[in-house]
């Protein structure tokens, strides 16, 4: 199961910090990415990391701005937003996959969680 939180209303140019914690799974033998959906849109990739977190991949749009990270201990992914912007805003949603590469692909996901809103205003 997997579990967003984090979400919320920002003006642009804020910060947000978006965590996903994760249960009934092996958590540090999954890599972990976070998709996003805009309405109207297809879920499209933001961000994922390695299991170990040693390995990070970014959709170009957010790198610099966008950062990925991970807490095996905790069973914990997070994604630190900066710099915010209106087109940044969508329910963000993350989700494990036991595959090792690809992880830009939607489809490699097993697990989902339910998502959580941000809203960027201008």
């Known amino acids: 199961q997997l579990v967003e939180s984090g979400g919320g209303l920002v003006q642009a140019g804020g910060s947000l910090r978006l965590s996903c914690a994760a249960s009934?799974?092996?958590?540090?033998?999954?890599?972990m990415g976070w998709f996003r959906q805009a309405p109207g849109e297809e879920r499209k990739f933001v961000a994922a990391?390695?299991?170990?977190?040693?390995?990070?991949y970014y959709r170009d749009s957010v790198k610099g701005r966008f950062t990925i990270s991970r807490d095996n201990a905790k069973g914990t992914v997070y994604l630190q937003m900066s710099s915010l912007k209106p087109e940044d805003t969508a329910v963000y949603y993350c989700?494990?996959?036991?595959?090792?590469?690809?992880?830009?692909?939607?489809?490699?996901?097993?697990?989902w969680g339910q998502g959580t809103q941000v809203t960027v205003s201008s």
């Open positions: 009934g799974l092996f958590f540090s033998t999954y890599a």
């Open positions: 989700a494990a996959t036991s595959r090792t590469t690809g992880l830009h692909l939607r489809e490699i996901y097993d697990s």
């Open positions: 990391t390695s299991g170990s977190g040693g390995n990070t």
